[in-house]
């Protein structure tokens, strides 16, 4: 009797002990903030403009300018939809594809047949979706797609040896077919960016791009794809000679969770320390390090016109505009203009520097894209395409509200303790 009684105990002891190391993994590994590499301030010699910041920041960030690109822009989902599923039917050779959403019965089941008629063609076709961002997709898609030849990964799919790591998701948005077209931008690929953004669905910007620059956005996926797979995808049909197709240079910057590995951030920093005259900011969250802000602040006290605009009252996780609500007080003090675009969730994700520097992609002004995430963007050097930005960007604020500091002070009391209270607890993970 006492032996089948101490047998018990001693299994409910090792299950007890094994579930305190999953929630201890959980609590550390994954609610630890990582340590921010930059915390002091710097100032720029160069503007965006000088031959020196584009040498520069290649050199800080590890990722060289290419030259003679072209980008083409879309601000709706259904033609950028459209584009993508052209560009996937004509494929000869291959397809990469990364994205954090996956799904809905219209646009998530579009994707799977076409990848899966492009694997049945003989198409090499990698899919990578973050496992939480598709959770809520029909497992019949995965099954077409794989019973089809598409190789698909869900990112981070939870398992006891990699609890450590669950938290840090691929927020990415690329597609790459042929090694000849890629595409990057704020659009998931996801049914919410099919309807129009008067209506219910997302105000967004999403980019093709041609030329040498779609090599080094292959070369980002495929830095996902060993971590993944542990293969490294390598000859022609993923990397062809590539064709001069434009005038612009153009920068692929990607980020990690891993300590040295936050390019991004990094980059944005050194963009926002060489701004001489203006600078835009659009992100579908905004609620960036302490040393961010003070970035942006030192900008607008030389002078630089600022101006941020992000989601009103339409925006899909409310705590996190009113944890950023809470620490406008040093921007708006500094003379940073602050808008909330009205008709819809703006999740655009921009950066305009001088109507010259442009960096568009996946990342959001905020710590968990900055430290968290794995990110990836396309920057670009280029006056025309500076000031075709610019102006969409000026064309979202015509439907925005501007907070000046006398209306942010006139919160409600709840909603600015709500806000504040956010911020302390769960701040360094938004």
């Keep these: 009797m006492s032996f089948k009684l101490n047998l018990k105990w001693a299994i409910a002891a090792v299950i007890g002990l094994f579930f305190i190391y999953l929630i201890g993994t959980l609590l550390f590994f994954n609610a630890t903030p990582k340590e921010k590499r930059i915390t002091q301030h710097m100032e720029s010699s160069y503007s ?235 992100s579908a969250y905004f609620f960036p390090d302490e040393m961010f802000i003070e970035a942006i602040v030192r900008a607008a006290e030389r002078g630089v016109d600022v101006k941020l605009l992000m989601p009103g009252e339409k925006i899909d996780k409310s705590f996190v505009r009113y944890a950023s609500q809470s620490r406008w007080g040093s921007l708006l003090d500094a003379g940073v203009r602050m808008y909330e675009y009205q008709p819809a969730m703006y999740h655009a994700k921009i950066m305009i520097v001088d109507d010259y520097f442009v960096s568009v992609g996946s990342t959001n002004f905020d710590n968990r894209s900055f430290r968290f995430n794995d990110e990836a963007n396309v920057n670009v050097l280029d006056g025309d395409f500076g000031s075709t930005m610019a102006a969409l960007f000026d064309e979202d604020l015509l439907a925005s509200d501007e907070i000046g500091r006398e209306e942010w002070e006139q919160r409600p009391f709840l909603q600015k303790m709500y806000g504040r209270l956010v911020a302390m607890l769960i701040g360094a993970y938004l």
């Design 48 to 282: 965006v403009e000088d031959s020196g910041f584009k040498r520069e920041s290649g050199l800080l960030t590890g990722r060289g300018w290419v030259e003679n690109n072209a980008v083409e822009v879309f601000t709706l989902g259904e033609e950028t939809y459209s584009s993508m599923l052209e560009d996937i039917n004509n494929a000869e050779k291959s397809i990469l594809k990364e994205t954090y959403n996956y799904f809905g019965e219209d646009i998530g089941n579009r994707f799977a047949e076409a990848l899966s008629d492009a694997a049945r063609r003989g198409v090499s076709t990698h899919f990578l979706m973050d496992f939480v961002g598709s959770a809520t997709a029909p497992g019949e898609y995965f099954n077409m797609m794989e019973d089809a030849g598409v190789q698909v990964v869900r990112w981070r799919q939870p398992s006891w040896y990699q609890l450590a790591q669950f938290n840090h998701r691929t927020h990415r948005k690329l597609l790459v077919v042929d090694g000849k077209s890629a595409y990057t931008g704020g659009m998931n690929t996801a049914d919410p960016w099919l309807s129009e953004p008067a209506g219910d669905g997302y105000k967004d910007y999403h980019f093709r791009f041609q030329g040498p620059v779609v090599g080094e956005l292959a070369a980002a996926f495929s830095e996902n794809w060993v971590s993944a797979q542990g293969e490294l995808l390598i000859g022609d049909r993923y990397y062809p000679e590539a064709d001069s197709a434009g005038g612009m240079p153009m920068q692929v910057v990607i980020s990690h969770p891993g300590e040295g590995k936050k390019q991004v951030r990094k980059l944005m920093m050194y963009a926002l320390a060489s701004a001489r005259e203006n600078v835009r900011i659009g």
